[in-house]
């Protein structure tokens, strides 16, 4: 997987012009990769960082990252989640390099009621690492999080007291936390921690915001280990187990699809389609696909909903709140359908003003209003394009994938 992904990240690389065309190859590339490989992702995710639960046995997890990355919130984030899974987890702050640090930690351990452990006088980070450690390992706590300082930009005395730190606590687990809008700069950044630690997980951050985590990848190439939770707030739950699908699709700008696929099957059971499968896989979205979807949207029930997992469907055509509005327009641009299939033409790249007027009146509908439907199809019909080559599940096949 890191293979691909650098590759595709090497192909943009070596592109003279980075326009759309080579930055969703790239994209694609990644997404196949990504999609092919998360099996195998899952496994060795379960491998190298899920820190397994054995009587008597202490994990220890070390948290690295630049300032600002989110480190302090994602150890909370991250002990509460297993505080919550039944594991006795405690906090060690062994950020000694800015003011307020141990406050911080302090202030987020006490509301989520796990002991943590640090100092306003110390100053090396090393003592306090081992010291907080060793605490806690007496307390009998199973997993002990030692939350590290960063510095705002990469510098040698960073990774040097990281080696330090790891050396002295050998944890057994090493996450990188990068904020989700770092974007390309993360390859540098995880490459740089992984020469110092031995980085054997990726969270990103602030997936809340407007970035959609593209530097992810470059994270997970460079330090070939996967991401395992994103951060999606400022608050203690505001945290998810990583899952491919939906990240790629963001990164995409696609939607929910898996969310969508779902639904999907649970609607038209997609043996039953086998002529849809073939020919989205082919990236061949034509009219009568728009029309069966939009029919079978109006099957699904509670619209809004399954609007806003349809790859291209949601914002444009069923704005939020308006979703009486768009049922009807989407049954407008039906009978609209209807009338071009009537007329015996269903092809819209035959379209000329004549037959669009003869569509018009067919339907009883205004000629703008049919070059309006047929706008929306070209425009879903580009982003379905995307979806050429993907390999669409099976029903059953959901999730294996
Ligand atoms: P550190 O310097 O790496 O320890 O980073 P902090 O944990 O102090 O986080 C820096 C800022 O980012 C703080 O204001 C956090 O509240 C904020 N932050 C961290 N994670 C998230 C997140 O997932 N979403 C949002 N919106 N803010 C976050
Ligand atoms: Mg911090």
């Known amino acids: ?26 994209l694609n590339e990644i997404t196949r990769a990504l999609l092919q490989s998360d099996v195998q992702f899952k496994l060795v995710r379960d491998m190298q960082t899920n820190i397994k639960k054995i009587k008597g046995k202490t994990s220890v997890v070390m948290f690295v990252g630049l300032q600002g990355s989110g480190k302090t919130t994602t150890c909370t984030k991250y002990a509460y989640y297993h505080q919550k899974k039944g594991w006795k987890p405690a906090l060690v702050c062994a950020d000694t390099f800015r003011a307020g640090a141990f406050d911080q930690l302090k202030q987020n351990a006490t509301k989520a ?17 081992v010291e907080g450690v060793e605490t806690f390992k007496k307390e009998n706590c199973d997993l002990i999080i030692v939350d590290t300082s960063g510095r705002h930009k990469q510098e040698a005395a960073l990774f040097e007291e990281m080696r330090q730190v790891s050396e002295a606590t050998k944890p057994d687990l090493v996450i990188f936390v990068m904020d989700s809008s770092i974007g390309q700069a993360a390859f540098d950044q995880a490459q740089a921690f992984k020469q110092s630690v031995s980085v054997g997980a990726v969270i990103v951050t602030k997936m ?13 190439a460079a330090t070939k280990s996967p991401v395992i939770f994103i951060g999606t707030g400022e608050h203690m739950d505001e945290f998810e187990v990583f899952d491919v699908k939906p ?5 995409l700008g696609m939607g929910d699809w898996s969310g969508f696929m779902d639904k999907i099957h649970e ?13 989205l896989s082919e990236g061949n979205f034509t009219l009568r696909i728009m029309y069966e979807q939009f029919q079978n949207i109006l099957k699904m029930g509670p619209i809004s909903q399954v609007f806003s997992m349809l790859p291209g469907f949601s914002a444009e ?11 009807a327009k989407i049954k407008r641009y039906m009978t609209m359908m209807d009338s071009m299939t009537n007329e ?33 199809y070209k425009r879903l019909a580009k982003i379905w394009s995307k979806m050429k080559g993907l390999k669409i599940p099976k029903k059953g096949e959901m999730s294996a994938l």
Do not use: W
């Open 113 to 129: 009621k796990i002991p943590f452990y640090g100092s306003y006088m110390e100053s090396d980070p090393v003592k306090i690492a």
């Open 344 to 376: 015996g033409n269903s092809n819209p790249k035959l379209m000329n003003e004549s037959r669009m007027m003869r569509i018009a009146i067919g339907s009883g509908r205004h000629i703008r209003e049919v070059m309006e439907m047929l706008e929306e």
């Open 317 to 327: 055509l069923m704005p939020k709140g308006r979703e009486k509005e768009s049922q």
């Open 208 to 220: 809340d915001g407007h970035a959609k985590g593209g530097g992810a990848l470059s994270a997970v």
């Open 247 to 251: 990240f790629v699709s963001r990164l």
């Open 267 to 279: 609607v038209v059971p997609m043996d039953q389609q086998p002529e849809l499968l073939q020919k």
């Open 1 to 26: 997987l890191g293979g691909s992904i650098s590759r595709a990240l090497q192909q943009m690389s070596n592109a003279t012009v980075i326009d759309e065309k080579v930055l969703n190859e790239c």
